[in-house]
């Protein structure tokens, strides 16, 4: 077992190749329609932004465009509790120079349509994993009330000189995924 971080915290990563896992429970919704979760990854400059469109990893672009970040693809089974949901693997020692900083993000999908928010999802973490050994690095358990809120920053990488540290960070909005498209865009 890593280390337990709480909101605000950060660790050293130290490692190369990093599995970035992050899962939830989605509750039965009372619109009647599936929770579709989804799990991004801004990967940001010195300006605190993509310098290209293909520096932002979700379903619909599932590799970035330095080949570091790929997503496992999109989870649209709500989550389980039966480990990740979603995940990103993370080739540290690869990821371009002018990125400073990777964050990661879950939105649901459709949520205002749907009707749905963390209110609704239990047991929501991120944590990092090696991936050449399988053994967890840390983990990041939310435990903030989101009621209301449809957009979680979960946490972030940052470009330490050569290494690399996580930070907790819990920040939620109520807002669709284009809301940090549009505050992250060059």
């Given at each position: ?14 490692i190369s190749n ?119 690095i840390l983990r ?40 940090l498209v549009d505050?992250?865009?060059?």
């Amino acid at each position: 077992m890593g280390i337990n971080l709480k909101k605000g915290n950060t660790a050293d990563v130290g490692i190369s190749n990093a599995v970035v896992g992050l899962g939830w429970v989605a509750q039965e919704s009372s619109s009647g329609f599936d929770f579709d979760l989804d799990a991004s990854a801004f990967m940001v400059g010195d300006n605190h932004k993509i310098p290209d469109d293909l520096f932002f990893v979700f379903y619909n672009n599932q590799t970035s465009l330095d080949g570091s970040v790929k997503s496992s693809g999109d989870d649209r089974s709500g989550g389980s509790g039966d480990g990740d949901n979603e995940s990103l693997t993370v080739q540290l020692k690869q990821v371009d120079p002018k990125i400073k900083e990777i964050i990661f993000v879950v939105s649901i999908y459709e949520c205002m349509a749907r009707k749905q928010d963390f209110g609704q999802v239990e047991e929501a973490y991120i944590r990092i994993v090696d991936q050449d050994t399988g053994r967890e690095i840390l983990r990041y358990q939310l435990e903030d009330d989101f009621s209301g809120m449809t957009l979680i920053e979960f946490g972030k990488l940052v470009r330490n000189g050569s290494s690399w540290k996580f930070e907790a960070m819990g920040n939620a909005y109520r807002k669709e995924l284009d809301y940090l498209v549009d505050k992250y865009a060059g």
